[in-house]
Structure formats: C-alpha cells, structure tokens
C-alpha cells in the first residue's frame, strides 16, 4: 500500500526552479518525508529528509506543508544532470524502519 | 564514487550458474541492504543486516542467499536462477538500520541477466 502519491512526470527547463510535490496525507506524526533520486542505471542517491519544518541543504528545499500531508522538493536552479526519477518516502521516525520506494517522478530537464 | 562499491558491475549467467555479487563500504555503516529493482517496477528490498545480524528477508527465494561475514561486506549468492530473476541488484549502507537520522549510501549496482 503506498504511503506517498507522487506524479509519475514532470518538465522542467533548464535553468529553472523544479518544484517535485509529494502528497502524503496519511502520515504519522513520527514518520519522517525522505526525497531520494536515482539517475538512470544508477544507485538512488539521497537528497534530503525533515520531519516537520523546512529544510535546506546543497542540493535542494524541502518544504512541509503545516498539517504534514503533502510537501514539495525543490532544486532551485536545475541543470540537465538533475534529469532522474525522484523519489518521495516516509519512514518511522523511531526504532527499527528500512527504506520503501514506490515509483516516483521522473523529471526531465530541458535545455 | 559513492563508497559503496558493487562487484561486478554487469554479469550474464546461466539458469545452472552458481555465482555471487559482492558489495563493500568503508564508511564505517553498521547495516548493510540488498535491494532489487526489476525493469520499470520499484527497488524492492531484499535482506537487511545490522551489525552483522540479518533483520530483514522479504520472502526472498532461497536460490537467493545473502552473506555478511562483517559490517563492511556483503554477499550475495546465485544459484539456479530463473530469466525473471534478471534485474539490478542494489546495495546500500547506513550507519545503523534503527536510527532514522541518517540516510541509505546506495552503490552503482550489479546488471545480471540470466540467460
């Protein structure tokens, strides 16, 4: 049962801010939003996770909407080697969890 | 380089073969994964160590058969295996499976294909 709704595409040109929304409107307030993204014939790699406020990194934002049910991944300026499937996870915030992927975004960065 | 390095990078073996794919981290990780990921489905994990214990076997067939001799190693052993058996193999590493702070470390992956 999938715990995350993600678009199975999306555009995006180069240059430009890639907004990748996640919904995931059934989580727990221990359950952690992770974004992952794995180029292709690649290992995913990880981008970014928070639990309820926003979060920056070198990579990307995440934003987390209010009531936790749905957040966005940012890059804020993407380039063509951004183009990946992303994906968006939710995982227990306490003792033992692993990692579930659904199918993710693929995202293609145009020039 | 992602520290996680999988062996080989590509193999091709025949449905008698017996035959192990390898994976090694230096990142000091306590817990060790072995995901699937078969064309155009989602990874699928396979088996879960954690100091060298394993937690995890999601129903996988026995003709899959993991080793971890240590917390920097993992294993894999094939053996009479089936054409749809054919997929990326994934290793990944974290510093511990029960700690949510950190992030999985994936390596490039294995390419089999059984013929």
């Known amino acids: 049962d999938a715990k995350t709704t993600q678009p199975p595409s999306m555009d995006c040109a180069e240059g430009r801010a890639a907004n990748l929304p996640c919904n995931h409107s059934?989580?727990?307030?221990?359950?952690?939003v992770y974004w992952y993204r794995q180029i292709h014939s690649q290992g995913p790699q990880y981008i970014i996770h928070?639990?309820?406020n926003n979060e920056t990194n070198e990579m990307a934002s995440l934003i987390i909407t209010e009531d936790r049910k749905s957040s966005t991944l940012i890059l804020p300026h993407a380039t063509l080697r951004d183009t990946a499937v992303y994906y968006c996870?939710?995982?227990?915030?306490?003792?033992?969890?692993?990692?579930?992927f659904g199918k993710g975004t693929m995202l293609l960065v145009s020039p | 380089e992602t520290g996680v390095t999988q062996t080989p990078r590509h193999l091709v073996m025949g449905m008698t073969n017996k035959k192990s794919l390898k994976c090694e981290q230096h990142?000091?990780?306590?817990?060790m994964y072995w995901y699937k990921q078969s064309a155009k489905k989602p990874l699928e994990l396979m088996f879960v160590?954690?100091?060298?214990?394993?937690?995890e076997n999601n129903s996988v067939p026995s003709r899959f058969s993991p080793e971890c001799p240590n917390s920097s190693h993992l294993f894999l052993h094939l053996h009479t295996l089936q054409p749809e058996d054919s997929a990326l193999y994934l290793c990944?590493?974290?510093?511990?499976?029960?700690?949510?702070?950190?992030?999985?470390?994936f390596g490039s992956g294995t390419r089999l294909t059984v013929v």
């Open positions: 990944a590493s974290s510093q511990d499976a029960q700690d949510i702070n950190y992030g999985y470390t």
């Open positions: 059934t989580i727990s307030g221990n359950e952690y």
């Open positions: 928070g639990l309820k």
């Open positions: 996870i939710v995982r227990v915030a306490s003792g033992y969890s692993t990692l579930t």
């Open positions: 990142l000091g990780h306590n817990a």
């Open positions: 160590y954690n100091f060298k214990e394993q937690t």
